[in-house]
């Protein structure tokens, strides 16, 4: 099993570098320029460039970053946003808040979808089955935004229950009606794999025969049923987990949160393409999501035997 760990971790830092050099590449090839062109001359623009180095060949601007980023840990400064603060000064901040508001969206969304889902698959062709199919649905076919408008329409302007804004110096009241129009997703998503994924391990042959030997009940669905789903179930949440942390471009703007997601736009449709922010914005995804899907390998071979027998095999 330590093999296969290692195994996976030395390919997860070499398909971080690769995609941090296609990123690098496509940042710096996309239409627009850091710079608010319509306000500056030609010579200062140029100046710019000479500054942050753009004028150099493109392999070279590369190894520059890279060795920034590796020796300093530092994604440099902004050039549109902020007034050229670094970024690492900013992108805490960000973090922070789309972190918390998508943990309490994701912690939400995939317990009550596996409530939802155990009960749908425990009661096939009744009530909690129908209602776990259209919530499915509802969830899948209404995009995040649209509830969040829903929600700040009736509990924040007709009711006023919680702010029609986000407030962080009330961050837990203001947090509640992103997370739940954030967690509607991933709570039909999950809902639905369960079920389906339940429904499958129940007309296996092993549980017909555990049934038949006498055990049922409780039992029955967290040892046998439950444990052989949650496989594919987790394979569904990994992806959520990193799309609902790093924010939802769309819900942070309309609520005013000020996360990562409204930062990735910001620093798209400002007065220049911060490139900088692109960049660090792009690696932070890519490593948040490379960085869920090794704990999801290793969650496979602690949950799949099978896993470990083959590792083992291997070394």
Same mark, same amino acid.
């Given at each position: 099993?330590?093999?296969?760990?290692?195994?996976?971790?030395?390919?997860?830092?070499?398909?971080?570098?690769?995609?941090?050099?296609?990123?690098?590449?496509?940042?710096?090839?996309?239409?627009?320029?850091?710079?608010?062109?319509?306000?500056?001359?030609? %010579?200062?623009?140029?100046?710019?460039?000479?500054?942050?180095?753009?004028?150099?060949?493109?392999? /070279?601007?590369?190894? @520059?970053?890279?060795?920034?980023?590796?020796?300093?840990?530092?994604?440099? @400064?902004?050039?549109?946003?902020? @007034?050229? %603060?670094?970024?690492?000064?900013?992108?805490?901040?960000?973090?922070?808040?789309?972190?918390?508001?998508?943990?309490?969206?994701?912690?939400?969304?995939?317990?009550?979808?596996?409530?939802?889902?155990?009960?749908?698959?425990? @009661?096939?062709?009744?009530?909690?089955?129908?209602?776990?199919? /259209?919530?499915?649905? &509802?969830?899948?076919?209404?995009?995040?935004?649209?509830?969040?408008?829903?929600?700040?329409?009736?509990?924040?302007?007709?009711?006023?229950?919680?702010?029609?804004?986000?407030?962080?110096?009330?961050?837990?009241?203001?947090?509640?009606?992103?997370?739940?129009?954030?967690?509607?997703?991933?709570?039909?998503?999950?809902?639905?794999?369960?079920?389906?994924?339940?429904?499958?391990?129940?007309?296996?042959?092993?549980?017909?025969?555990?049934?038949?030997?006498?055990?049922?009940?409780?039992?029955?669905?967290?040892?046998?049923?439950?444990?052989?789903?949650?496989?594919?179930?987790?394979?569904? &949440?990994?992806?959520?987990?990193?799309?609902?942390?790093?924010?939802?471009?769309?819900?942070?703007?309309?609520?005013?949160?000020?996360?990562?997601?409204?930062?990735?736009?910001?620093?798209?449709?400002?007065?220049?393409?911060?490139?900088?922010?692109?960049?660090?914005?792009?690696?932070?995804?890519?490593?948040?999501?490379?960085?869920?899907?090794?704990?999801?390998?290793?969650?496979?071979?602690?949950?799949?035997?099978?896993?470990?027998?083959?590792?083992?095999?291997?070394?």
């Amino acid at each position: 099993m330590t093999k296969y760990i290692i195994k996976r971790v030395i390919m997860a830092l070499i398909t971080l570098l690769i995609i941090t050099f296609v990123l690098f590449l496509l940042v710096r090839i996309m239409p627009g320029n850091p710079f608010p062109s319509e306000r500056m001359s030609a %010579a200062a623009i140029a100046k710019k460039r000479a500054e942050m180095g753009l004028d150099n060949p493109m392999m /070279v601007q590369f190894w @520059n970053y890279i060795k920034t980023l590796i020796t300093t840990g530092s994604f440099g @400064n902004g050039s549109a946003l902020y @007034n050229g %603060a670094p970024i690492s000064s900013v992108l805490p901040v960000a973090m922070s808040n789309s972190f918390r508001i998508g943990g309490i969206a994701i912690l939400f969304g995939v317990f009550v979808g596996l409530i939802l889902g155990i009960a749908a698959a425990l @009661n096939r062709g009744h009530f909690w089955d129908v209602f776990c199919t /259209v919530l499915s649905i &509802i969830g899948v076919c209404v995009p995040s935004y649209v509830f969040m408008i829903f929600l700040q329409y009736f509990f924040a302007y007709k009711v006023t229950i919680f702010p029609f804004y986000f407030d962080s110096a009330r961050f837990l009241h203001s947090a509640i009606m992103p997370a739940l129009s954030l967690s509607l997703f991933s709570m039909s998503t999950v809902a639905r794999f369960t079920r389906n994924e339940m429904v499958e391990v129940m007309d296996s042959d092993y549980v017909l025969l555990a049934s038949a030997k006498g055990m049922y009940g409780t039992k029955l669905v967290t040892k046998h049923i439950l444990r052989n789903a949650l496989i594919p179930i987790v394979t569904v &949440i990994a992806p959520l987990i990193v799309d609902l942390l790093t924010g939802a471009l769309v819900v942070e703007k309309i609520y005013g949160i000020n996360g990562i997601g409204k930062l990735m736009v910001d620093s798209i449709t400002g007065e220049g393409v911060d490139y900088n922010y692109v960049l660090a914005l792009g690696i932070l995804y890519s490593a948040l999501y490379i960085v869920i899907m090794l704990i999801l390998d290793i969650a496979y071979g602690l949950l799949d035997p099978r896993i470990r027998v083959s590792s083992s095999k291997e070394g």
